[in-house]
């Protein structure tokens, strides 16, 4: 199973979820969003080896979530910075500590690994969702997917495929 | 690298992305919320090969972010069901979507692969992240983040044990 095809399918989910590989994308952007954004305090922070970091680094500002910015003129040295596209990762980043701090516990006084405040504000900053249109609060139970066409012909193309692959023509 | 290095963290971001592994399990979660709850199908709409879906499903089940329910007595027939803990990841599923229908396009008609109706509402749904405690609405520029004492403490272990890699003596 090559990851390139979850990245050609047509859905935003499969190809967003190619795009973020695995885990250590969120750890690395968990570092930048902490202002940690050179490659030694990277490595240190996140643990991985010299050779996967600058991968991954590679792959997140080829993807135009990171930029690469000269940070000293000479010699040259680099930070990596958020680009809007990575900008608008932060509610991902945030939800996912949410669901961690409920669900992956326990932790030490019933306190986050890492906390947040509302900039500005006097109190904690939790993450609320609700609706842009009506500005209910929905969860899990507030939603009902419809497909679009497109996005319908591939998955009948890929149940015809499976049906084959099950029979045994292909 | 070992994952579990991940899973060890005090961190609830390390811990929930190594937990939910990589890409799959968003094409996994996208599919249980659609529904399509079945092995087969669930093979047919991911394209896994049935091995890497076999244990993919296990881990899920073991996580407690999917239980595996009976619904044929004889012969044994399962579907897979979320679990309250696995409900709680909707947010990310829909946040992922949103992210790639505005960042992994273009997408026919400009319309996202997939959509999402407010039930019982006429409207679509899309989210909007606020602040639970004052209801102003958020974004990467509104949270100040602050590292409790124990992820603090590992913190400071991590980078020590880094500056003595790079001066070669671990």
């Known amino acids: 199973m090559k990851r390139s095809s979850l990245a050609d399918r047509y859905c935003s989910i499969a190809r967003s979820s190619a795009e973020l590989v695995d885990g250590w994308t969120f750890v690395i952007l968990r570092e930048i969003f902490l202002h940690?954004?050179?490659?030694?305090?990277?490595?240190?922070?996140?643990?991985?080896?010299?050779?996967?970091?600058?991968?991954?680094?590679?792959?997140?500002?080829?993807?135009?979530?990171?930029?690469?910015?000269?940070?000293?003129?000479?010699?040259?040295?680099?930070?990596?910075?958020?680009?809007?596209?990575?900008?608008?990762?932060?509610?991902?980043?945030?939800?996912?500590?949410?669901?961690?701090?409920?669900?992956?516990?326990?932790?030490?006084?019933?306190?986050?690994?890492l906390g947040l405040t509302h900039k500005g504000h006097d109190h904690e900053l939790t993450l609320e969702i609700s609706c842009k249109t009506c500005n209910e609060l929905v969860d899990a139970h507030s939603g009902e997917s419809y497909i679009s066409a497109p996005m319908a012909a591939e998955r009948a193309a890929m149940a015809k495929t499976h049906e084959k692959k099950i029979k045994g023509i292909v």
């Open 36 to 113: 940690n954004r050179r490659f030694d305090g990277l490595q240190a922070q996140t643990g991985m080896s010299p050779r996967s970091l600058t991968l991954r680094l590679k792959l997140l500002v080829e993807e135009k979530i990171l930029e690469k910015t000269a940070y000293q003129p000479a010699p040259k040295r680099y930070e990596y910075r958020l680009t809007p596209k990575g900008l608008d990762l932060w509610p991902m980043v945030v939800m996912l500590k949410q669901w961690g701090d409920k669900w992956q516990g326990p932790w030490e006084g019933d306190q986050p690994p």
